[in-house]
């Protein structure tokens, strides 16, 4: 089955750019969403198929997918950007959708 | 807006059955895939089953097949999950999803979830 890496936290200063990696096998030929979530809250999607945002997600997030990585970039971190972020793909082969473990974004 | 609201989330004991419901409004309910995903406590999101639009494709994660069945009542623009012979590793909360019109897996719009607790 298809599995999707992430790092478990990362702690970042206010202003700086935090970057959420996603690993998986040739993953860059398959499409990424992002979803953040807060405690208490439901995901919300802040990137789908790799790099678009959708509407109400501020431009400080991006995303690029390539080889076997895809990465969320978040820039300009505020103190509201402190979620777990999760990374998903469809596996087509297998009919099944796939989340990342998740990543911990910890503002300083 | 988009809206899914859900509901039938309680205590069950082990072996029992639930079924969840979620009802969309906001958007043409009958031309999306929906999807359910689950988050037991302190842990990932983990997903369970998707349907397409006239139900004619269905798809579980392993650990469900067999005990759990989506299905949808697009007069009523609502999905469901029927769940059965329930374990403790079912606990978690569950969440309805909006897919894409083709099904690529971008889960666009969440509902606000509900508890889905297995104990005896």
């Known amino acids: 089955s298809y599995e999707l890496t992430q790092t478990p936290s990362v702690a970042v200063a206010p202003g700086r750019t935090a970057r959420i990696t996603c690993g998986g096998d040739?993953?860059?030929?398959?499409?990424v969403h992002w979803y953040q979530q807060k405690p208490g809250q439901a995901p919300v999607q802040v990137i789908s198929?790799?790099?678009d945002r959708p509407s109400g997600i501020p431009e400080r997030f991006s995303g690029s997918n390539s080889g076997n990585t895809a990465t969320l970039s978040i820039s300009g971190v505020e103190a509201g950007d402190e979620a777990d972020y999760y990374c998903q793909v469809l596996d087509a082969n297998t009919a099944k959708y796939v989340f990342g473990p998740g990543t911990t974004v910890t503002v300083l | 807006e988009v809206q899914l609201v859900q509901s039938g989330g309680d205590l069950v004991q082990p072996g029992g059955s639930l079924r969840l419901s979620c009802a969309a409004s906001g958007f043409t309910f009958r031309s999306y895939w929906m999807t359910w995903v689950r988050q037991a406590p302190g842990k990932g999101l983990e997903w369970v089953a998707s349907i397409n639009q006239d139900e004619s494709n269905t798809y579980y994660v392993d650990s469900v097949k067999g005990r759990f069945t989506i299905s949808r009542d697009n007069a009523q623009n609502s999905l469901y999950l029927q769940m059965t012979s329930l374990t403790v590793h079912d606990t978690a909360v569950y969440y309805c999803?909006?897919?894409?019109?083709?099904?690529?897996?971008?889960?666009?719009?969440w509902g606000q979830g509900t508890l889905v607790t297995v104990s005896s």
């Open positions: 040739d993953i860059g030929d398959k499409s």
């Open positions: 198929f790799d790099s």
């Open positions: 999803a909006r897919d894409t019109i083709g099904g690529s897996g971008s889960f666009t719009h």
